[in-house]
Every structure is written in structure tokens, then in C-alpha cells.
């Protein structure tokens, strides 16, 4: 069993940025594929971002260019850092981590971006 705690969500203005974590413990971080999630209100949840285990990134077009996923397998976590936010990137980010079925998720961190 993994479980995941993210941190780092926040009240950010338009063109704001932000660094999203998560700390992975119970399993063998450096074994599993870590993305990030976005769920706004009244939407589905959507992939943001994917890391694999070699350390390999992939962005959804929309947020290339403005955000950068990474990881640190000594300290078990994932970071996404998020520059020149949009309202239309607000929402609920979680992260997920896929080894095998099912996939594991974390609670949640709120980014609000308004003025």
C-alpha cells in the first residue's frame, strides 16, 4: 500500500507560479510512474503531467512551455512547478502513482487562481 501526501496548493494571482509536492512512503518509490492530476469544478480529472521511473517527463500540450515535473527517488517525492498560471488551471491537483493495478492516489491540494 502507497499513500500519498501533496502539499504546496495555494491563492495565486494570474502569471503566479507555484511548486506542487508529494511524498510517496509504503512502497518502492523509484519502481513507479508518478503523475499529476487536475480535477476544476464540475470537470473530470484530467493528467497534467506524468513522470516515469527513468526520470522520463510528459506534459499536456496546454501547460508545455509553463510547467516541469520532476523527482527526487531519495526523499519519495514529485514536484510540479507551475509558472504562469492561469484561471483555467485552478483546481483540485492530485497525484497518482501506477506500478501495477489499481493505482494509488493522494487526497489533494487546492490552487486557486484569482485576483
Known amino acids: 500500500q502507497v499513500q500519498l501526501v501533496e502539499s504546496g496548493g495555494d491563492l495565486v494571482q494570474p502569471g503566479g507560479s507555484l511548486r506542487l509536492s508529494c511524498v510517496a512512503s509504503g512502497g518502492t518509490f523509484r519502481l513507479y510512474t508518478m503523475s499529476w492530476y487536475r480535477q476544476g469544478p464540475g470537470e473530470q480529472r484530467e493528467m497534467v503531467a506524468r513522470?516515469?521511473?527513468?526520470?522520463?517527463?510528459t506534459l499536456v500540450p496546454s501547460v508545455e512551455g509553463r510547467f516541469t515535473i520532476s523527482r527526487d527517488n531519495a526523499k519519495n517525492t514529485i514536484y510540479l512547478q507551475m509558472n504562469n498560471l492561469e484561471t483555467e488551471k485552478q483546481g483540485l491537483y492530485y497525484c497518482?502513482?501506477?506500478?501495477?493495478?489499481?493505482?494509488?492516489w493522494g487526497q489533494g491540494t487546492q490552487v486557486t487562481v484569482s485576483l
Open positions: 513522470i516515469s521511473r527513468d526520470g522520463s517527463p
Open positions: 497518482r502513482a501506477d506500478l501495477a493495478n489499481p493505482a494509488f
